[in-house]
């Protein structure tokens, strides 16, 4: 019997309250291989520079909410047996883990590769994409947690990457245990997340990829490597400090225990590209 893998272009960018995530996503399609398999494409608003307004703590929630019925309605369409997302914001990762997580069941581990373990709620922080690992556990906003039949058990979960947690997210983390592992350990051959598939009786991988996570002096394209930053200008939030190689290693390791069936790869920042695009608008004989 032939798996299916369902391609979902989601250019979501009112989740990370950032417009430019929207290029990012449609470039990651377009430079990725040709697909053999159903491709579908998430509707989602122009971007815009205004104000997003806030509804119940989150940034353009109705619209967030709206995006993620029309992803969820698209993956029934096709039910597929595996998922690759090119988003967008980290959110992008919420119905299509929801929707592996109803097929695979407590057979499915989730690896989030993230300088951030996204486990915030609107008390904390307004923009969704920072919201999405706690919703797919059942914490958070009831309308995200809504899209999550099957809860994600918290064991079943691994983060690498992650360093300098805040102090609500080392909380959060140590109080539902679930396990991580820094830059370090990943780089020294990740025995941590190799235990971690084999005590969890992981069977099935949904991997998720935030571009954050790589050194921003080594990739330029995320958002830590804003043109004429200021060395101050992000605050205390983490930087990402893995290689591309280092990433591409972990999931060589990791796919050769369990089968992987989700792969997001989200916040795409290509600063030169958004720069060339303004560019382009502001010469003569363009318009």
Known sequence: MTSKTLRLLFPQWQGGNNPSYHLGSLL????????????????VEMPTSKPQNEVDGITAKPQIIRQLNDAAALIGKHAPDSIVVFGGDCLVSLAPFAHLLNKYRDKLGVLWIDSHPDVQTAEQYPNAHAHVLGALIGNGDKDLVAHVT?????????????????????EFLARHHIATTCPEQ????????MEWISREKIEYLAIHIDLDVLDPSLFRSVLFAKPGRGKHDFGGVAEGKLAIEDVLKLIAQVTSEAEPVGLTIAEHMPWDMLNLKNMLSALPLMK
């Open 28 to 43: 990651l399609a377009f430079l990725s291989p040709e697909s053999k398999g159903p491709v579908e494409s998430v509707p």
């Open 150 to 170: 099957t809860r994600l058990a918290p064991s079943k979960i691994m983060i690498a990457g992650i360093h300098a947690p805040l102090a609500y997210e080392a």
């Open 186 to 193: 990943v780089k020294n051959g990740a025995t941590e997340v």
